[in-house]
């Protein structure tokens, strides 16, 4: 993999020097690393610079805040390099690997693939769905699927289908494309306002060319709604060349990226019993301790926290009726994960806010001084579900609640285990 920082987006003196390189990163030049990656994926026949010609170079310019990567694999007349030449199912393993672990350090990635290279970015996705890699699967942050055959190409002969490695991929009902669309259909919800227990959401669209002879609008569009589709004029190639930043199908892409990079408003959502408290002196005693684990939380790179007490310094001034429910839950859906602040057994609407985060399927962690002070189905949550859904610690004071959460950092809602008991 190679990197390169850059002030302005620019091509390399030589585009095939690094063929044998799986990615090409073009990396914001700024003191800090960025947290977001777009990363291109070509497809049948193209190239990791050709395919795409300045589309690259207009993302790069209108996100700053993203890193712009390209993927080349080998495909069509490459795989003359008969030593050079896998199937797209061996591919797209390679390709989860590379999202699970080289590219680890990236928050959010958002993939765009042509024709081939989309469904090389479903069968990854698929691979990383299918081996439980729900970490990797988390940074997933969008797809853009231009002129893809979900369903494969009814252009691939039965003779092509079974002879060469492309063919076996886009030929119609292929297995691979069968398990790809499975697991889309019963695990993905490709609509970002979807927030559920049962699905991983990955947003999802797709760019059509009404001028396209090599994928039919039904292969390209399988499962999207209308809104998430969008058919611009052109053919199969041109589609992913805009000459200009006004063309439509770099603006419907850009609104993608966008989207898909401001799902989530918060981090973390911090739930923690406020007018439980019968007197401002115990309101404001946790009240201090939950502004001490957001900073504990911020120091660990959860830079965006939402806790609705922030703006509250004393029992007097929170207002119940203010912090409507609706707000409440809005800001929920729109948090990456969630965090239970529970030092005592009080009645809180705390534990109906832990309730809804395992209904929209939040990782979390729930932070109590005993487990046995919480609501008898809430003491195995952390058993409860197969992808490890809650992480309970047991932290008999502030002080080692904060150094807990600065110990896990990054990894405090990743591999929830069983609860944990943390020394005073």
């Known amino acids: 993999m190679i990197a390169w920082k850059q002030k302005t987006f620019q091509l390399p003196d030589d585009a095939n020097a690094h063929r044998t390189e799986p990615v090409v990163l073009h990396c914001q030049d700024y003191a800090s690393e960025s947290e977001n990656l777009v990363l291109f994926v070509h497809g049948l026949g193209g190239s990791r610079y050709g395919t795409w010609k300045q589309f690259p170079k207009f993302v790069f310019e209108d996100f700053p805040d993203a890193d712009v990567g390209l993927y080349q694999f080998t495909s069509a007349f490459g795989r003359w390099r008969l030593w050079e030449s896998i199937d797209l199912d061996q591919e797209a393993r390679t390709f989860a690997g590379l999202l699970r672990d080289r590219l680890s350090h990236y928050k959010q990635i958002t993939l765009i693939g042509h024709s081939m290279g989309g469904l090389l970015c479903k069968a990854a996705i698929h691979y990383l769905v299918t081996e439980g890699d729900n970490v990797a699967i988390e940074r997933i942050s969008g797809l853009v699927l231009m002129a893809t055959p979900q369903l494969g190409s009814r252009w691939v002969t039965p003779f092509l289908g079974r002879l060469t490695p492309d063919g076996r991929a886009l030929r119609i009902h292929s297995q691979l494309m ?85 799902r989530f408003a918060f981090d973390v959502f911090v739930a923690a019993p406020m007018a439980a408290f019968g007197s401002d002196l115990d309101y404001q005693a946790n009240r201090a301790a939950v502004l001490q684990l957001l900073e504990a939380l911020k120091a660990s790179g959860f830079n965006s926290v939402f806790y609705a007490g922030e703006r509250f310094s004393t029992k007097r001034s929170f207002d119940p009726h203010a912090m409507a429910l609706i707000d409440d839950i809005v800001a929920l859906r729109q948090s990456r994960y969630f965090l239970l602040y529970y030092p005592q057994r009080v009645a809180s609407s705390a534990i109906f806010e832990a309730g809804w985060a395992l209904i929209m399927g939040k990782p979390a962690v729930y932070i109590v001084q005993d487990d046995a002070h919480l609501p008898f189905l809430m003491k195995d949550a952390s058993q409860a579900f197969d992808t490890r859904q809650v992480r309970i610690l047991e932290c008999l004071t502030v002080e080692a609640a904060t150094e807990t959460v600065r110990k896990f950092g990054a990894k405090l809602f990743r591999d929830q285990a069983r609860s944990q008991m943390i020394p005073n």
């Open 178 to 262: 069968t398990d790809v669309q499975s697991t889309f259909a019963n695990k993905i919800a490709i609509d970002e306002g979807v927030h559920t227990r049962r699905k991983i959401t990955i947003p999802t669209w797709a760019v059509l060319a009404d001028g396209d002879f090599w994928v039919d609008p039904l292969s390209a569009r399988i499962g999207l709604t209308s809104a998430r589709v969008q058919t611009v004029r052109g053919w199969h190639t041109s589609i992913v060349k805009p000459t200009d930043k006004n063309s439509d199908a770099y603006t419907f892409v850009k609104d993608a990226i966008f989207k898909s990079f401001r």
